[in-house]
């Protein structure tokens, strides 16, 4: 009864509003249609320095760049190597779809980057500087590569402005919130974005300084993930736990737990879930952790009680260094680092401090964590080759730090850690 009283209803509507419903049907329908069409439309990506070029569809785009799915694939077939990402430093020119305003720009500050990095190579320290600091001043909060990059090119062009680098270092230090550190394959706790710009990893390891809720909390995560790879028969995954022990062990001082052993008294997890109730991971995602976890027993092995384990994975952390790009590469450089001041030859552990150093200069505001650790390494590399006044210094800078934050965090009684580097700023 109520269907026949509606359709009356709806054939007394006048003709008018009736046009106006079919215009705006219609109106949507090409809308969508031109929309699906702009998606399909193909872009070619033209690379710097000679590299070629990439033709696809833009899937996104972002403060760091581009990633886009290669022609001939699918949405539904697209794996790991049927999309690639791209950042703008490394971008030419796009061609061949419709772009925003905002690309343009991205592409300058890009070229800037660009530019600073090829006059780096060629020794150019001043030019380089200059490039690097209109790339730093135009880059959008949310490009963490790109200002990871910037920033770093800054501080390798320390010598030309040693008090900036001396200033910006303590600055650094003191904006940052630096807590405990974790080392876990993201992936295998949650689901992931297949650009992971970390590696896989959550990386860190709870050191001595951190407080004891935060190392319960790391340990957790990491026995989680390392159940979740004993349930999949993943035996490289499945030593990150004694990987992670190791590490911390160098870091504490004290002698490390044998290479490739997992825990035998620990209890589990009750972050832990059991076999077979683990949500499916990607491919992309399975293949991050892999190479997060490699990269956690290289570590291990650079900071073993074995000099020719540590020279031997220095080797492969200074390749590393060469060819990857975003947190991890920063990361390797902190391990290389922390491998170096383990030697016995002073000017080894001063080459040492001098990379683990390069972190809070560079990355002091974009991996906090890591700064202090390089920070409190650096110190007790200088004290041991009776660099006492160098040891000091940091120490100063690591105390000043921290009583800040002890005072502005009981100030603050639990807001979030970006409200507190706020009103550190503010201040």
């Known amino acids: 009864m109520n269907l026949i009283v509606n359709q009356s209803k709806m054939s007394m509507l006048p003709l008018a509003h009736w046009r106006k419903c079919i215009f705006a049907l219609i109106a949507a329908t090409c809308a969508g249609s031109f929309s699906v069409a702009a998606e399909q439309n193909l872009c070619t990506v033209n690379f710097r320095d000679g590299g070629g070029y990439k033709e696809g569809s833009v899937l996104k785009e972002s403060a760091d760049g581009i990633e886009i799915q290669i022609a001939g694939a699918t949405l539904d077939t697209a794996g790991a190597s049927s999309t690639q990402f791209i950042r703008w430093d490394q971008i030419r020119s796009i061609s061949g779809d419709s772009a925003e305003p905002i690309r ?75 807590r405990g550190r974790i080392g876990v394959p993201k992936s295998w706790i949650d689901a992931i974005d ?12 709870a050191p001595v300084w951190i407080d004891g809720d935060s190392a319960k909390s790391a340990q957790g995560f990491l026995v989680a993930a390392a159940d979740r790879a004993r349930s999949e028969n993943d035996v490289a995954l499945a030593q990150i736990e004694s990987d992670v022990a190791r590490i911390a062990a160098a870091d504490a001082g004290l002698p490390q737990p044998p290479a490739g052993k997992s825990r035998e008294t620990q209890s589990a997890s009750p972050d832990s879930m059991p076999s077979g109730s683990w949500p499916p991971v990607s491919n992309s995602a399975k293949s991050a952790a892999k190479n997060g976890a490699k990269f956690l027993s290289l570590w291990a092995d650079a900071v073993s009680s074995d000099a020719g384990a540590r020279k031997k994975s220095r080797v492969t952390l200074a390749q590393m260094i060469r060819s990857e790009e975003g947190m991890l590469r920063v990361w390797a450089m902190y391990a290389e680092g922390r491998s170096l001041v383990m030697e016995n030859d002073p000017d080894e552990v001063r080459n040492g401090v001098g990379k683990m150093l390069m972190i809070p200069a560079a990355y002091g505001i974009e991996m906090p964590r890591l700064a202090e650790a390089a920070v409190a390494q650096s110190a007790i590399a200088l004290a041991r080759i009776q660099d006492v006044e160098s040891a000091a210094i940091l120490r100063r800078i690591q105390s000043e730090y921290q009583t800040q934050f002890s005072e502005g965090s009981e100030k603050d009684n639990g807001k979030q850690n970006e409200t507190q580097i706020d009103k550190q700023k503010g201040d």
């Open 104 to 178: 343009s720009r991205r592409l300058e500050i890009g070229e800037s980057l660009w530019r600073g990095r090829t006059r780096l190579t060629r020794g150019d320290l001043r030019g380089a500087r200059e490039c690097f600091l209109v790339a730093a001043k135009g880059i959008e909060p949310s490009a963490s590569l790109l200002r990871m990059m910037a920033s770093e090119g800054i501080a390798q062009t320390a010598s030309v402005a040693r008090d900036e680098w001396a200033q910006s270092l303590e600055a650094a230090l003191k904006l940052s919130v630096l």
């Open 194 to 205: 297949p650009i992971d710009h970390d590696g896989g990893l959550i990386l860190s390891v």
